[in-house]
């Protein structure tokens, strides 16, 4: 009796055994599509092979490291819970490679050091040579020229434009906005005036900055190129003036290097996807998708597309160099994005065809509707528009990384959110704790401003019930946390360090509280701004303020901004009529030779700091010397003193 029991239970698990037992391999540079591909030795050779195969739950398809494909990868079927279809590697050496380029011969002289070549597929827009992204050749090489006239929503002029040169045909890159970058074709030039095919979404002014790209009148360096699309050719002056046959140039033609529709229960692993022509990675309506330890690179437009998919887990992924937006989630819930590093994303140089995508893009991450999603440990460095924005409610935003945003457009944030109206619940519920940012200075280059307006934790036009807590924000532009037309945000715990305003509120829509923080301030220019202020409220803003510690070492005067006055602490405490209780200002002088730190532990394990012979002042006044520890997501400001052990 027992044992037929243990044989029915055999035969009733058995599918469940079975389903991770088959793998087969793929492999571009020793494989044949007539093969088994069940072992090593039988291995598949083709990316058409790999798409037209359904594979069962548990089934593992596995690339080789090292070799690499042209084209899409497909996923064909779905897993099921404990039984995922998986996509990743074997054998050793770097990640197998899908490439959406393909390789450019054929080079003839045209002129001088510039060479041309047949581009014989798709939609070319982007060119390496050797792995390395080449410029686009652009006017002016470097910054903008300015509207210096504008005559209508699709025609302006600029003195800085050459007379001589017909540039129609040519791409204009407009900022037309502090967060507004647009893309047009010219459509018609007349000496210094020129017309676009369309008009942006902000009006063009003077004084706005734009670049033009793509003409062949613009090749006039080493490292850059042109592309007629008309004649289907590529001209190019390599960065050592030589016959490009001597390279691996090649041009991105191809999008979706990874595509999966309607899929459930896949895992993705271990593969890099590289020089997309548009999107990189590409999912939609696809539940439990596990995206993990993707290398995806010089994407022109995004690296990582995802939409309508729930309790995805997206980690360990490296996007470097999208255009457009690194990382975009669209209706995406109860998902974990995790441990990923962001980097590159929409930097100015890099912009060619298809400059920034939208006029409002250029973020590292944008999770634009879903809910409940956790965005943790991620490290994000050189955006050219915000770091991490979200609409979503529920959200945790948690012990991240963040450095150097709004490096082509600003006013925005490392970390941003906002509603279009009150009524919408955004963002309403979310968390944005234990996270470092670093260096949200905005740029004014561009739209004809004497300040730029880079803010760390942003929250724009009618947010609520956020909570913004235990956060580390040094060295922005506008503002350490700006509350605009905010409710029901509550401002805790957070060290603040370096900005123009440390805590800046404009607009009231409801009580928001500031408390418990550290608010240190200097007493320098920050660019053309006058002197910097630890809190500003502007507009009717009446927010409470308890409990925080402020410091500037300089200067006790004017420090604090109520509407349109500025005061010193006691007048300030005074005048905001009881609504900063409990709050300390310190004005103890640095004496000569001492100087403000920053210390901070972005990393997931507890750091000690090495002070080595010198000996710091704590904010408290006492002494700390030797060395000092901190927990992880977190920092202290010490003062570097003289004195030596």
């Given at each position: 009796m027992k044992k037929s029991i243990y044989f029915a239970l055999l035969l009733l698990l058995l599918p469940t055994f079975l389903a991770a037992?088959?793998?087969?391999?793929?492999?571009?540079?020793?494989?044949?599509?007539?093969?088994?591909?069940?072992?090593?030795?039988?291995?598949?050779?083709?990316?058409?092979?790999?798409?037209?195969?359904?594979?069962?739950?548990?089934?593992k398809i596995l690339f080789k490291r090292g070799d690499w494909w042209e084209g899409t990868l497909t996923v064909g079927a779905s897993g099921t819970s404990g039984n995922p279809v998986v996509y990743g590697a074997y054998g050793v050496g770097e990640k197998p490679r899908i490439l959406g380029s393909k390789r450019i011969e054929g080079w003839t002289l045209h002129s001088g050091k510039?060479?041309?070549?047949?581009?014989?597929?798709?939609?070319?827009?982007q060119l390496f040579i050797n792995g390395e992204r080449i410029q686009l050749a652009r006017y002016p090489k470097k910054g903008y020229c300015d509207v210096t006239t504008s005559h209508s929503t699709t025609k302006f002029a600029s003195t800085g434009l050459k007379g001589d040169?017909?540039?129609?045909?040519?791409?204009?890159?407009?900022?037309?906005?502090?967060?507004?970058?647009?893309?047009?074709?010219?459509?018609?030039?007349?000496?210094?005036?020129?017309?676009?095919?369309?008009?942006?979404?902000?009006?063009?002014?003077?004084?706005?900055?734009?670049?033009?790209n793509n003409k062949l009148e613009f090749l006039t360096a080493p490292g850059e190129y042109y592309y007629d699309s008309a004649a289907k050719t590529v001209y190019l002056w390599t960065p050592n003036g030589?016959?490009?046959?001597?390279?691996?140039?090649?041009?991105?033609?191809?999008?979706?290097?990874?595509?999966?529709?309607?899929?459930?229960?896949?895992?993705?692993?271990?593969?890099?996807?590289?020089?997309?022509?548009?999107?990189?990675?590409?999912?939609?309506?696809?539940?439990?998708?596990?995206?993990?330890?993707?290398?995806?690179?010089?994407?022109?437009?995004?690296?990582?597309?995802?939409?309508?998919d729930k309790f995805g887990t997206y980690q360990n992924i490296k996007i470097d160099g999208a255009n457009h937006i690194a990382f975009h989630a669209q209706y995406t819930s109860y998902s974990n994005i995790t441990d990923n590093t962001i980097t590159n994303t929409a930097m100015f140089e890099n912009l060619g065809l298809t400059g920034m995508g939208g006029e409002q893009d250029g973020r590292a991450f944008t999770n634009s509707a879903g809910t409940d999603n956790i965005i943790r440990y991620n490290r994000i460095e050189n955006v050219g528009y915000s770091g991490i924005s979200w609409r979503t409610p529920n959200t945790i935003i948690?012990?991240?990384?963040?450095?150097?945003?709004?490096?082509?457009?600003?006013?925005?944030?490392?970390?941003?959110?906002?509603?279009?109206?009150?009524?919408?619940?955004?963002?309403?519920?979310?968390?944005?704790?234990?996270?470092?940012?670093?260096?949200?200075?905005?740029?004014?280059?561009?739209?004809?401003?004497?300040?730029?307006?880079?803010?760390?934790?942003?929250?724009?036009?009618?947010?609520?019930?956020?909570?913004?807590?235990?956060n580390t924000v040094a060295f922005s532009g506008q503002g350490a946390i700006h509350l605009h037309q905010n409710k029901n945000i509550l401002v805790t715990g957070n060290t603040l360090f370096d900005a123009r305003f440390l805590v800046y509120a404009d607009q009231e829509n409801g009580d928001c509280t500031v408390s418990n923080n550290i608010m240190y301030g200097f007493d320098r220019d920050f660019e053309n701004y006058s002197t910097v202020k630890l809190v500003g409220e502007r507009n009717g803003a009446t927010h409470i303020y308890k409990n925080n510690k402020y410091y500037n070492p300089l200067r006790s005067e004017g420090l604090f901004r109520c509407q349109e006055n500025y005061y010193d602490f006691v007048k300030?405490?005074?005048?905001?009529?009881?609504?900063?209780?409990?709050?300390?200002?310190?004005?103890?002088?640095?004496?000569?030779?001492?100087?403000?730190?920053?210390?901070?532990?972005?990393?997931?394990?507890?750091?000690?700091?090495?002070?080595?012979?010198?000996?710091?002042?704590?904010l408290d006044g006492t002494n700390v010397s030797g060395k000092i520890s901190l927990e992880p997501f977190t920092s202290r400001i010490l003062i570097k003193t003289t004195q030596t052990n």
């Open positions: 037992q088959t793998s087969y391999y793929v492999s571009s540079s020793g494989g044949n599509d007539l093969n088994t591909g069940r072992s090593i030795d039988q291995a598949w050779r083709s990316l058409e092979k790999v798409n037209s195969f359904k594979p069962a739950p548990g089934d510039i060479y041309k070549a047949k581009v014989y597929t798709g939609d070319f827009n040169i017909n540039y129609t045909g040519a791409t204009a890159v407009i900022r037309t906005n502090a967060w507004g970058m647009a893309t047009k074709i010219v459509t018609a030039s007349s000496s210094n005036t020129i017309t676009v095919n369309s008009a942006p979404q902000y009006t063009i002014t003077v004084g706005d900055g734009f670049f033009l030589d016959n490009p046959e001597n390279y691996r140039v090649r041009g991105s033609v191809l999008s979706n290097l990874l595509y999966l529709y309607g899929k459930q229960y896949v895992t993705i692993e271990n593969i890099e996807l590289s020089q997309s022509s548009g999107v990189a990675a590409f999912a939609d309506y696809c539940n439990y998708l596990t995206l993990d330890k993707l290398d995806i690179l010089n994407a022109d437009s995004k690296g990582i597309f995802i939409n309508h948690d012990k991240n990384f963040i450095k150097n945003v709004c490096m082509v457009k600003d006013d925005g944030g490392a970390i941003y959110t906002f509603s279009p109206t009150a009524a919408e619940i955004g963002s309403a519920g979310s968390k944005v704790t234990n996270n470092i940012v670093l260096y949200s200075r905005g740029t004014s280059e561009g739209i004809g401003s004497i300040f730029s307006t880079g803010y760390g934790i942003y929250m724009d036009n009618n947010v609520h019930d956020v909570v913004i807590e235990n300030w405490q005074s005048t905001v009529a009881g609504r900063d209780a409990g709050s300390t200002f310190v004005n103890t002088p640095l004496k000569t030779g001492e100087k403000e730190e920053l210390f901070y532990n972005d990393t997931k394990e507890t750091k000690t700091f090495e002070l080595g012979i010198a000996v710091y002042r704590a």
